[in-house]
């Protein structure tokens, strides 16, 4: 399993674009990246996963590099509801053993 | 559709009494995981399974027990509990396969407190 490192906290403020990156070097061919939003009180909810370059759904855009050493989840014109835990997940989901979460990186959105 | 269903939401015990979380999942889904999280932390796996008569060890297994006998259930036992294992529990489930959006679905937890 690949180790991902990201970001411990971060603070914005509403209406701007929050970029959370994410490194995992020692990412294997047959993995994806994953990210999942954690309200308090609440378990995780999936958000976006991608294999390579670019994937966008309505809620947040992936960027990955041709290397795939590194992520970025790009959250535009955010809101206090987007204050959350975001997780970075690494892992082959054809097999889809072991789901491991790292400590995440917790978001405050201020007015 | 109800997802992922955890019962009960709260529960106190006392040292060394056991119990059963109980966790179900109407999406016929074959992967499910047993997660702990303490306060201001990241999630740790304590058991998985990926089919019925299927389970494996996570990351924090040791005071925990796990069965699936059937598709839909994966409970959890707690034999003797300590309050180190006060925390919150979420149960998940997982389709599997390849292709993209294979996603896990959380249950709302069950916050356990041991006294």
């Known amino acids: 399993l690949a180790k991902t490192t990201q970001p411990i906290s971060m603070d914005s403020y509403e209406g701007q674009e929050v970029n959370i990156t994410c490194s995992h070097n020692?990412?294997?061919?047959?993995?994806?990246i994953t990210w999942y939003q954690q309200f308090p009180s609440q378990g995780p909810r999936f958000i976006i996963q991608?294999?390579?370059t670019k994937v966008t759904n309505e809620v947040a855009s992936l960027f990955i590099p041709a290397d795939r050493k590194s992520s970025t989840l790009s959250l535009p014109r955010v809101s206090l509801s987007d204050t959350a835990v975001y997780y970075c997940?690494?892992?082959?989901?054809?097999?889809?053993?072991?789901?491991?979460f790292g400590s995440g990186t917790r978001l405050s959105i201020r007015p | 559709n109800a997802g992922v269903t955890q019962t009960p939401k709260f529960r106190i015990l006392k040292i060394g009494q056991s119990m059963t979380l109980q966790c179900a999942q109407d999406?016929?889904?074959?992967?499910m995981y047993w997660y702990r999280q303490d306060p201001g932390m990241g999630l740790k796996l304590i058991y998985y399974?990926?089919?019925?008569?299927?389970?494996d060890k996570g990351e924090v297994p040791n005071g925990y027990n796990v069965s699936r006998s059937t598709t839909e259930d994966f409970p959890l036992r707690l034999e003797l509990a300590a309050p180190s294992q006060t925390s919150v529990y979420f149960c998940?489930?997982?389709?599997?396969?390849?292709?993209?959006?294979?996603?896990?679905?959380f249950g709302q937890g069950t916050r356990l407190t041991v006294v």
């Open positions: 997940l690494v892992g082959d989901i054809s097999s889809a053993s072991k789901i491991i």
């Open positions: 020692n990412i294997a061919t047959n993995d994806y």
């Open positions: 991608g294999y390579k």
């Open positions: 999406m016929n889904h074959n992967y």
């Open positions: 399974s990926v089919g019925a008569g299927i389970t």
């Open positions: 998940a489930s997982m389709g599997g396969g390849s292709g993209l959006n294979t996603e896990a679905f």
